[in-house]
């Protein structure tokens, strides 16, 4: 096959497959065949494109495909079975596969935005675990194959497989619905939905492990994961939050590193490098969010702190009192020593080192923290401040012991080496 035409194969597939999906999801009620079916599809233009030509428009080509596929899954009985064990009376004439058949035909052709909205919520359904959650929305509704997402995670591509057969599996036995959630559910529900986005892309923006600092292949997409949201979604201020934080973070990538890798703190970086066409989304995201926020949520408080780094032309223009008085609010809604040992870095920039060690200090007992690195990242750079070189050594390298990021701790045992120096 002309590798070029394979390439805008799969380009158009990254683009369409999770609108194909969704929108045989809707009718087959499963999203594991509804997925089969789009693969074939997928098969079909990788098999017709090559020697026919790519189509004036991929993305409607694709569509009748899997439609024309689930179609004759239906006349060959097995559809009309699923659909018969799923909702039972509903479907007495089995008989009448012509019925069925003019249904899906009718509803393949209706606009998918409301059919994304509900995969998005069954990808992301809080009976699967939170690593299903991630790696079956980044399959159904990111396109990404399994061996992308593996390496993505540095996780070996058995186990993506066998997290996305499990969760697929999890769906069809619990019989759980493809639909936006009720009213009285959306808030639980949306809150897996923005825990997922902001998960691939933190893992994007700073990876977790491995060699490199940031993965920007997974940031993109949950910055598009969160575009597509906040337009299906556009009265839901936490959705305006989570894009506008987003948007904010991304904005820095490209002063984030060295040209050979290495990490640059934020004070460090320069701003000139900084994306200013993403400030404005962000900032223009958040305005948006707090217009609709009766009281501002997670995502729109952790957006607004970030947007003060953004407002600030240079380090010493930081309004950190504003960005403690976040933190306080956030939390008091979330009850996390993260988020505290955050305002503890804020209260040190606001009111000196000595402030911020004080609350570092009463999160030592903290248990889950106990394996944080950034609790002693923090003490090291407060003890650092106030002239107290050995401790702070000790405290940089054991927060090189705890990190699993090779850039991150090879930064750590430099910062323990200039305190040695001290």
Known sequence: MDSETHRAILAVWSIESARVIASLARI??????????????LLAALEQWPEQGI?????????????????????RGKLLER??????????????????IEQLEAALDDDVGDDLLRLIFTSCHPLLSTEARVALTLRLLGGLTTDEIAR????????????????KKTLSEKQVPFEVPRREE?????????????LIFNEG??????????????????LRLGRVLA??????????????????????????????????????????????????????????AQALAQTAGPYVLQ???????????????????????????LGALLKSPVVELNRAVAVSMAEGPAAGLALADALLSEPALQRYHLLPSARGEFLEKLGRFAEARTEFERAALMTQNARQRERLLQRARSCGQA
């Open 152 to 167: 993505a995670f540095l996780a070996p591509e058995p186990t993506i497989a066998q997290r996305i057969v499990r969760a």
């Open 55 to 75: 189509p004036n428009n991929p993305a409607a080509w694709l569509m009748t495909a899997a439609k024309n596929r689930a179609l004759n899954t239906l006349r």
């Open 205 to 222: 923006y700073s990876a977790t492990a491995g060699d490199d600092c940031m993965r920007p292949a997974l940031s993109d997409e949950a």
């Open 303 to 329: 957006a607004g702190i970030t947007a003060c780094h953004a407002r600030a032309r240079t380090p010493e223009e930081t309004d950190w009192q504003k960005i403690a008085a976040f933190y306080a609010e």
């Open 83 to 100: 659909k018969h064990d799923q909702l039972g009376h509903e479907l007495e004439a089995l008989g009448e596969p012509e019925r069925l």
């Open 231 to 288: 337009g299906l979604a556009p009265d839901e201020p936490e959705v305006h939050g989570l894009l506008a934080l987003m948007e904010l973070n991304a904005s820095r990538a490209a002063a984030r590193t060295t040209a050979s890798g290495e990490p640059i703190l934020l004070l460090e970086q320069d701003r000139g490098r900084w994306d200013q066409m993403a400030i404005r989304r962000g900032l223009t995201a958040l305005e948006r």
């Open 186 to 198: 959306l808030s639980a529900r949306l809150a897996s939905v923005l825990e997922v986005v902001y």
């Open 28 to 41: 087959v009620r499963d999203v594991g065949l509804a997925e089969e079916l789009a693969q074939d599809a």
